[in-house]
T-cell receptor, first 112, second 111 residues
Framework: GNSVTQMEGPVTLSEEAFLTINCTYT??????LFWYVQYPGEGLQLLLK?????DKGSNKGFEATYRKETTSFHLEKGSVQVSDSAVYFC???????????FGAGTRLAVHP | EPEVTQTPSHQVTQMGQEVILRCVPI?????FYWYRQILGQKVEFLVS????????KSEIFDDQFSVERPDGSNFTLKIRSTKLEDSAMYFC?????????FGPGTRLTVL
């Protein structure tokens, strides 16, 4: 079945450091891919998305490129801020309009 | 900006009791979902709902669970007889097509 694998956290960075959170997927066909963010005590917010190969999703300085050849959708940010501290979830959506399959989540902690 | 709302934010119940978690999806959305997140674990799909019927459900969504859209605005998840392992954050989501918008969640604690 479909699955999403994320790098394990926590990821601890200093402010202004470069961030990469790896995400790979397995799916039949070509799923849409998403990154969601969960700030402490809050729900899931859509951060960015890509619906087909080579698409780049971007938002708030975060980027991720849909790579079909490596079945990956890695999240990157050039310079993180303390306010980026949160849990980041990679997710895939296959076939029709049904379930999102989430990765385990990666906790990011950014220190001043 | 329209958003998905959920009530209550926190529900505490005794094992064996029935609970109803409520959601108000975004008004022009057609697809509705429930997910849950056990503390420290990944978000898991429970059920999807379209055109007044379940379109898909996971193996977690057994006979103890049911969903309903009783009127034009609410979408509810009922757990008939709660178990300790039902303690989790429950998220409602709605979608106009492929992008799902999540509510803030209801934390269910079963004692």
């Amino acid at each position: 079945g479909n699955s999403v694998t994320q790098m394990e956290g926590p990821v601890t960075l200093s402010e202004e450091a470069f961030l990469t959170i790896n995400c790979t997927y397995t799916a039949t066909g070509y799923p849409s891919l998403f990154w969601y963010v969960q700030y402490p005590g809050e729900g899931l917010q859509l951060l960015l998305k890509a619906t087909k190969a080579d698409d780049k999703g971007s938002n708030k300085g975060f980027e991720a490129t849909y790579r079909k050849e490596t079945t990956s959708f890695h999240l990157e940010k050039g310079s993180v801020q303390v306010s980026d501290s949160a849990v980041y979830f990679c997710a895939s959506l296959s076939g029709g309009y049904n379930k999102l399959i989430f990765g385990a989540g990666t906790r990011l902690a950014v220190h001043p | 900006e329209p958003e998905v709302t959920q009530t209550p934010s926190h529900q505490v119940t005794q094992m064996g009791q029935e609970v109803i978690l409520r959601c108000v999806p975004i008004s022009n959305h057609l697809y509705f979902y429930w997910y849950r997140q056990i503390l420290g674990q990944k978000v898991e799909f429970l059920v999807s709902f379209y055109n007044n019927e379940i379109s898909e459900k996971s193996e977690i969504f057994d006979d103890q669970f049911s969903v309903e859209r009783p009127d034009g605005s609410n979408f509810t998840l009922k757990i008939r007889s709660t178990k300790l392992e039902d303690s989790a954050m429950y998220f409602c989501a709605s979608s106009p097509d492929r992008e799902q918008f999540f509510g803030p969640g209801t934390r269910l604690t079963v004692l």
